[in-house]
């Protein structure tokens, strides 16, 4: 599989208006390649349009379901799936186990996904960036 792996750092900037929504537009509009979207992932855009309801950051839960929603159908129109394994869980295992790379086990588990599948892992986080090439991994920092 080929393709272009976008984690939550890269898919929230598309649904809330941030620093980073210039560097994702364009992004999308230059990319090349499929554009990848794990299970994983969507569940950790549903969890942080959660928490900025929960904090007010967003005009409420009706705000945040309406962002999923739109989430939801540009995921279903614009970009394919990929199924975690339990190898993924095991390799990022591993490389959690780099206390150099300092990784949490989200990040690691993208890592992990890209990895096995050869996708390019296409981020905002730098230390994921930073440490996904660290372990080999093909990463894309948008900035």
Same mark, same amino acid.
């Given at each position: 599989?080929?393709?272009?792996? *976008?984690?939550?750092?890269?898919?929230?900037?598309? *649904?809330?208006?941030?620093?980073?929504?210039?560097?994702?537009?364009?992004?999308?509009?230059?990319?090349?390649?499929?554009?990848?979207?794990?299970?994983?992932?969507?569940?950790?855009?549903?969890?942080? *349009?959660?928490?900025?309801?929960?904090? !007010?950051?967003?005009?409420?839960?009706?705000?945040?379901? !309406? !962002?999923?929603?739109?989430?939801?159908?540009?995921?279903?129109?614009?970009?394919?799936?990929?199924? *975690?394994?339990?190898?993924?869980?095991?390799?990022?295992?591993?490389?959690?186990? !780099?206390?150099?790379?300092?990784?949490?086990?989200?990040?690691?588990?993208?890592?992990?996904?890209?990895?096995?599948?050869?996708?390019?892992?296409?981020?905002?986080?730098?230390?994921?960036?930073?440490?996904?090439?660290?372990?080999?991994?093909?990463?894309?920092?948008?900035?």
């Amino acid at each position: 599989m080929s393709g272009a792996y *976008l984690d939550a750092s890269a898919i929230l900037p598309l *649904l809330i208006e941030e620093p980073g929504s210039a560097a994702v537009d364009r992004f999308l509009v230059t990319a090349a390649q499929p554009l990848i979207v794990s299970e994983f992932a969507a569940a950790e855009v549903a969890s942080a *349009l959660s928490r900025l309801a929960r904090t !007010r950051a967003l005009e409420g839960p009706q705000d945040a379901v !309406r !962002r999923l929603a739109d989430f939801d159908a540009w995921r279903a129109s614009s970009a394919g799936d990929i199924d *975690l394994s339990a190898a993924d869980i095991r390799l990022a295992s591993i490389f959690v186990r !780099r206390f150099d790379l300092m990784l949490r086990a989200p990040d690691a588990i993208h890592a992990a996904v890209c990895q096995r599948a050869d996708l390019l892992l296409v981020t905002m986080d730098r230390r994921l960036a930073r440490a996904a090439r660290e372990l080999g991994v093909r990463a894309q920092l948008l900035d």
